[in-house]
């Protein structure tokens, strides 16, 4: 999903792991952000992809993979087992995004969560004036062909935060890699990240 869509920066979601931790990168494409961690962080990673090829680029880079699908859970991993569980650009592509979410903060002391802001200002724009779903740089694809399930602004997911009760740590907000202030991110932000607590 990730190597297809607009990437997060890695910059951003680095600075917010602890130096040598424990990450499990979930949907890590071809491992490009876990094998970053390795070098800068001296992270022990792990990630899980469902797509072969991508599987082979991380095994090719060194990289611990798991094929399995992320909307049946992480069932497989005992509850507290990683520092991290990191979710990047992937949320929306979800049949079950709230089950992973609750997997996620099971098994992870931490969790990191991006995926585009729905809300930004031009996607509301162009479907308010052409009546058309938005494709423009942050949304490239067609509604026919798009890998997203599930649309959410940044609103929306600090709803469901606050519905499942779940701490927010920190959160990061950009356009276009540009930091946007909070309180006009659900309106200017491209992407959001959030940094959440998980299991203790």
């Known amino acids: 999903m990730r190597d297809e869509a607009p990437r997060f ?11 040598r931790s424990t990450v499990l990168d979930l949907g890590c494409g071809g491992g490009e952000l876990l094998h970053r961690l ?17 599987i082979r680029e991380c095994l090719a880079k060194g990289i611990s993979v798991f094929q399995g699908d992320l909307d049946e859970g992480l069932k497989e991993y005992a509850t507290g087992s990683y520092d991290y569980v990191i979710l990047n650009e992937t949320l929306q592509a979800l049949h079950e995004p709230v089950m992973l979410l609750r997997e996620m903060l099971r098994v992870g002391r931490r969790a990191i ?6 809300g930004y200002l031009v996607n509301r724009a162009q479907l308010l004036l052409s009546g058309r779903m938005p494709v423009n740089r942050d949304l490239p694809y067609q509604w026919y062909d798009t890998p997203n399930i599930h649309f959410c602004t940044r609103r929306d997911f600090l709803d ?15 356009r276009h890699e540009r930091h946007v202030p909070p309180w006009s991110a659900n309106l200017f932000a491209t992407e ?5 607590q998980g299991s203790l």
């Not at 390795?38 to 991508?54: C, D, F, N, P, S």
């Open 192 to 196: 959001c990240c959030f940094l959440l």
């Open 160 to 174: 469901l935060c606050r519905r499942l009760e779940v701490p927010i740590l920190r959160t990061i907000d950009l």
């Open 38 to 54: 390795i070098l800068t962080r001296g992270v022990r990673g792990r990630g899980v992809e469902i797509q072969e090829a991508k």
């Open 113 to 118: 969560v991006n995926f585009p802001n729905f």
């Open 9 to 19: 920066s890695y910059d951003e979601i680095v600075g917010l792991i602890e130096p």
